[in-house]
C-alpha cells in the first residue's frame, strides 16, 4: 500500500487515513493509496463499517491541480469515486477543514457524511475553469436539487457545516475538533444500529421533484450577466441539467466529457496559472523563508480621504487597531463618517451586526497630531501625489515613530528612495500601494527600497496576508509595475482617439478582452484630474508630454464620474458610461488644432497598441529587475486592474499570443507610431530569438 494512504482496524471498523500534506490532493498515489485501502478493508471480515478520515489540517481539498495538463494516470477520479460507492460495506467519511472539489465528490460517494461545525463544503472547480468531474454535478443536486446544487456548481462558493447539513449534503455535524474521534464514534454508531449502504447514485426523489424545471434555463440567463466571457459555468449547468435529464451512468459520462472540453480550454490553462501564481508570489526571490517577521499590532494612517479610510477598514477588520491622522478636524470627521457608513451599508446587506460595526468603529482612533503614532508599530501615508509634502511628512515620522516601526507610503508612483532619504532609517522605510477601492481590492503591491531591509520587506509581505490581500513585492520606478504599465496604455489610448478612434471604440475592444472596464471608463472613476496633474507636473519638470484632448476636459472641469461628465457623461445616480456628443466635438475641435486628419482605426490595432505596448514595458520591467518573475506582473495586473483571471494576466496571455507576433508588431508600431514605448525591450527580442516564452523564465 502506497505511505500516503494506511489501512487499520479499530473495533469493528476499518479506518482508511490519507496523509498527504499540506492539503491531501487526491494525487495518483493517493487515487491508487485508496483503493487498494478500499479492498484491504472489503476483505477485512472483522470490519463492519469503513471510515474514511485525513491527517493534518484538512480533509481531501481536490484532485491534485499540479497534474492538470498532463496525461492522466489511471487510476482516474472518477473510477475511485464509483468503486467507492460501490463498496458493500458501508462508507463513513469525517470531514475537518475543506472538504472541496474531488475531495467532496469523494465523500459524496461515501454512504454518510460527518463533519466537525469548523467544516466546510464545496466544489470550487468552476475556479479553475473546470466543471466537477468526478460525479459531483450528479450527486450534489440528488441531495440538495436544483437550485442549490446550481448555485454551489456555478459560483464555486463554500458551504458551513451547519449549512451543509440543513442542505442534505451531510448527515450529521458534531462539536470537536479530534475528528478521528468524531468519525470513529458516528461509524460505530452505523454499525451498531446496522445502518445499510446507502448510495447517493439511487437518491431520486430531488430529481424526479425538479424535472423538466425551467431553472437551468434561468441560470444560463443569469450567467450571462455573471459570467461574461466565461466558458465553464455554462459547461456546469449543461452537466447539471443532464443529472436530470438522463439516468447516472450516462449523466456520468456526459460530465466526463464537458469535463474535458474545460480542461482542454485556454481558460483553464489560465485561471490555473492564476491559482498558483496568487500563492507563489508570497515567495520572494532571495529572501530566506525564515527572515524574521516584525509583530505588527497597531497601526498609523496618514490622510482620512478615500484612500486613508479604506486602508484602515483593512486593519480594523481583522482586529488590529488604527489611529487616523488629519490636518484639520473637519476633513477628519467627514472620513470618519464614511468609513461608519460604508460600515453601516455592509450591516444593512446583513454581512456585519450592529454590535461588529460598533466594534470596527471603537478601534480606529482619530487624532490631530503625530504624536499619537509614537507607540505604532507600522505607519502608512496616504496623502496626494506630491514629492515635496511627502518627504515633510517622513521627516516628521522619523523623529516622532518608535524605533522598528515601519514607515511605509502609500505612493502609486513616486521614488520610494527619495522618500526615505528624508529619514535616518531608509532600512524602515518602504512603499505599500493599496488600490482603490482599498478595503475592497485585493492587491497590494509592496515597493522596496534599495535600502529597505529584509526583516521590513518580509513584515509588508507578512502583513498583506493579514489583511487578506494579495502581495506582490516590486522594485522602485516611477510607477512601479502596475500603473507603470498601465500609463502607457493610456497613453496609447489617448492617441488612438487624437489618430481617429473613439472613446467607447477603445473601452470596447478591451472590455471584449474581459477587463471590467475600459481606459476611459476607468480614467473618468479614479478621476480626470488625476492623469491631468500627472502629465502637468511632469511638462513643468520640462519632459516631452504632448498635449492632449483630455487637458481639455479637465480644463473645463469634466472630473469624471465626481462631475457627472468626463470621457462620458452619467446621468444622476448611475455609474453607467454614455456616450456624449460634446466630447465628440471636443475631440473633433482638439484634432483640427492638432491639424490631425482623422482616420478609420481597427479593433485589431486597438487591441495590439494598448496591449503590446503594456507587453514590452513589462518586458523591460522584468529586464530591469522591478519585477522578480512575470506571475508577479500577472497578479499585479489580476488583483489590481481587473485583468481577466481567465486569460492569466498580461504575460501568460502575451505568451499564447506568441511572443514573435508581438515583438514584429512592436517593430512596426516603432517605425509608424514612434516613441520610446515601442522600442522593443531586449528581453523580448532575446527571447524571440531562442524561441522561449515568459514562461520558460
Ligand atoms: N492541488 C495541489 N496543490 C494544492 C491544491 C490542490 N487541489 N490545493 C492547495 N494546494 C497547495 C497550494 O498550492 C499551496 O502550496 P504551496 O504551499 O506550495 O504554495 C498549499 O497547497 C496550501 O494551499 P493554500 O496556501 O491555498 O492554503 P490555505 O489554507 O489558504 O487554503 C485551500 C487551503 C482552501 C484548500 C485552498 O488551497 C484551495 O482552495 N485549494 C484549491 C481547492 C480546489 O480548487 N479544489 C478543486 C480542485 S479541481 C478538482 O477537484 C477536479 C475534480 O472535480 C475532478
Known amino acids: 500500500m502506497s505511505e500516503v494512504v494506511s489501512y487499520n482496524r479499530e473495533g469493528n471498523i476499518g479506518v482508511i487515513t490519507v496523509n498527504y500534506p499540506p492539503v491531501n490532493a487526491l494525487g495518483q498515489a493517493v487515487r491508487s493509496g485508496l483503493l487498494a485501502a478500499l479492498e484491504q478493508g472489503q476483505k477485512d471480515a472483522e470490519a463492519k463499517v469503513l471510515l474514511?478520515?485525513?491527517e493534518g489540517r484538512t480533509f481531501i481539498a481536490g484532485a491534485d491541480i499540479r497534474e492538470f495538463g498532463k496525461p492522466m494516470q489511471e487510476p482516474t477520479l472518477p473510477t475511485l469515486v464509483n468503486t467507492f460507492e460501490n463498496s458493500d460495506k458501508p462508507l463513513v467519511a469525517a470531514i475537518h477543514g475543506t472538504a472541496l472539489g474531488g475531495g467532496l465528490e469523494t465523500a459524496l460517494s461515501c454512504?454518510?457524511?460527518?463533519a466537525v461545525s469548523s467544516a466546510k463544503v464545496g466544489l470550487p472547480e468552476v475556479k479553475l475553469g473546470l466543471l466537477p468531474g468526478a460525479g459531483g454535478t450528479q450527486r450534489l443536486p440528488r441531495l440538495t436539487g436544483a437550485q442549490k446544487a446550481l448555485e454551489m456548481i456555478t459560483t464555486g462558493e463554500f458551504v458551513g457545516a451547519r449549512d451543509a447539513l440543513a442542505l442534505g449534503i451531510l448527515d450529521a455535524v458534531e462539536e470537536g475538533s479530534d475528528i478521528r474521534a468524531v468519525g470513529l464514534a458516528y461509524a460505530q454508531k452505523v454499525a451498531d444500529e446496522g445502518k445499510p449502504v446507502r448510495r447517493?447514485?439511487?437518491?431520486?426523489?430531488?430529481?424526479?421533484?425538479?424535472?423538466g424545471?425551467?431553472?437551468f434555463d434561468q441560470f444560463r440567463e443569469e450567467l450571462k450577466k455573471r459570467a461574461r466571457g466565461l466558458f465553464?459555468?455554462?459547461k456546469c449547468v449543461d452537466a447539471v441539467e443532464a443529472a436530470f435529464n438522463l439516468p447516472f451512468d450516462e449523466g456520468m459520462k456526459r460530465e466526463r466529457e464537458l469535463f474535458m472540453e474545460c480542461m482542454d480550454s485556454p481558460q483553464r490553462a489560465g485561471l490555473i496559472h492564476s491559482f498558483f501564481g496568487e500563492r507563489e508570489v508570497s515567495k520572494i526571490k532571495g529572501l530566506p523563508k525564515d527572515t524574521p517577521v516584525r509583530d505588527?499590532?497597531?497601526?498609523?494612517?496618514?490622510?482620512?480621504?478615500?484612500?486613508?479610510?479604506?486602508?484602515?477598514?483593512?486593519?480594523?477588520?481583522?482586529?488590529?487597531?488604527?489611529?487616523i491622522v488629519e490636518v484639520k478636524q473637519e476633513a477628519l470627521d467627514k472620513g470618519l463618517a464614511i468609513i461608519r457608513r460604508n460600515y453601516e451599508n455592509s450591516a444593512k446587506k446583513g454581512k456585519l451586526t450592529q454590535e461588529q460595526v460598533e466594534q470596527r468603529m471603537a478601534l480606529i482612533t482619530p487624532s490631530l497630531t503625530y504624536d499619537d503614532f509614537r507607540d505604532v508599530d507600522l505607519v502608512i501615508e496616504a496623502v496626494f501625489e506630491n514629492m515635496a509634502i511627502k518627504k515633510e511628512i517622513f521627516a516628521k515620522l522619523d523623529e516622532v515613530c518608535k524605533p522598528g516601526a515601519i514607515l511605509a507610503s502609500n505612493t502609486s508612483t513616486l521614488d520610494i528612495d527619495e522618500i526615505a532619504s528624508a529619514t535616518k532609517r531608509p532600512e524602515d522605510v518602504v512603499g505599500m500601494h493599496f488600490f482603490s477601492p482599498a478595503n475592497v481590492m485585493k492587491l497590494l503591491e509592496n515597493v522596496r527600497g534599495s535600502k529597505t531591509s529584509d526583516e521590513v520587506k518580509a513584515t509588508v509581505m507578512a502583513v498583506a496576508k493579514k489583511i487578506k490581500k494579495v502581495g506582490v513585492m516590486v522594485g522602485n520606478c516611477y510607477g512601479f509595475v502596475g500603473n507603470r504599465m498601465l500609463h502607457k496604455r493610456g497613453t496609447e489610448a489617448m492617441a488612438l482617439v487624437d489618430e481617429g478612434a473613439t472613446p467607447q471604440q477603445v473601452d470596447k475592444v478591451l472590455t471584449d478582452l474581459g477587463f471590467p472596464m475600459g481606459q476611459f471608463a476607468m480614467s473618468d472613476l479614479a478621476g480626470i484630474d488625476v492623469g491631468y496633474r500627472i502629465r502637468e507636473e511632469r511638462r513643468n519638470?520640462?519632459?516631452?508630454?504632448?498635449?492632449?484632448?483630455?487637458?481639455?476636459?479637465?480644463?473645463?472641469?469634466?472630473?469624471?464620474?465626481?462631475?457627472?461628465?468626463g470621457v462620458y457623461k452619467y446621468e444622476e445616480g448611475s455609474r453607467k458610461p454614455v456616450p456624449d456628443p460634446e466630447v465628440e466635438q471636443l475631440i473633433e475641435a482638439f484634432r483640427k488644432e492638432q491639424g490631425i486628419t482623422p482616420r478609420e482605426i481597427t479593433d485589431q490595432e486597438i487591441l495590439e497598441r494598448c496591449m503590446y505596448v503594456m507587453i514590452n514595458e513589462g518586458a523591460k520591467i522584468l529586464e530591469e529587475g522591478i519585477a522578480d518573475r512575470p506571475l508577479d506582473i500577472d497578479i499585479v495586473w489580476i488583483y489590481g486592474y481587473g485583468f481577466p483571471a481567465y486569460r492569466g494576466g498580461p504575460m501568460f496571455w502575451a505568451d499564447q499570443e506568441g511572443l514573435d507576433t508581438i515583438l514584429a508588431a512592436v517593430k512596426k508600431y516603432q517605425d509608424?507610431?514612434?516613441g520610446e514605448q515601442w522600442k522593443p525591450a531586449a528581453l523580448l527580442e532575446k527571447l524571440v530569438s531562442e524561441g522561449k516564452t515568459f514562461g520558460d523564465l
Not at 200 to 211: H, L, N, S, Y
Not at 544 to 564: C, F, H, I, Y
Request: proline fraction near 4%; hydrophobic fraction near 40%.
Open 52 to 54: 474514511l478520515v485525513c
Open 111 to 114: 454512504h454518510y457524511r460527518v
Open 200 to 211: 447517493v447514485r439511487d437518491i431520486t426523489d430531488k430529481i424526479e421533484a425538479d424535472k
Open 213 to 215: 424545471s425551467d431553472v
Open 232 to 234: 465553464s459555468p455554462f
Open 296 to 323: 505588527v499590532k497597531s497601526v498609523g494612517i496618514i490622510g482620512a480621504g478615500t484612500m486613508g479610510g479604506g486602508i484602515a477598514m483593512n486593519f480594523v477588520n481583522v482586529g488590529i487597531p488604527a489611529t
Open 541 to 565: 519638470a520640462g519632459q516631452d508630454v504632448p498635449a492632449s484632448w483630455m487637458d481639455k476636459l479637465a480644463e473645463q472641469g469634466r472630473l469624471g464620474q465626481k462631475t457627472q461628465a
Open 672 to 674: 509608424t507610431v514612434g
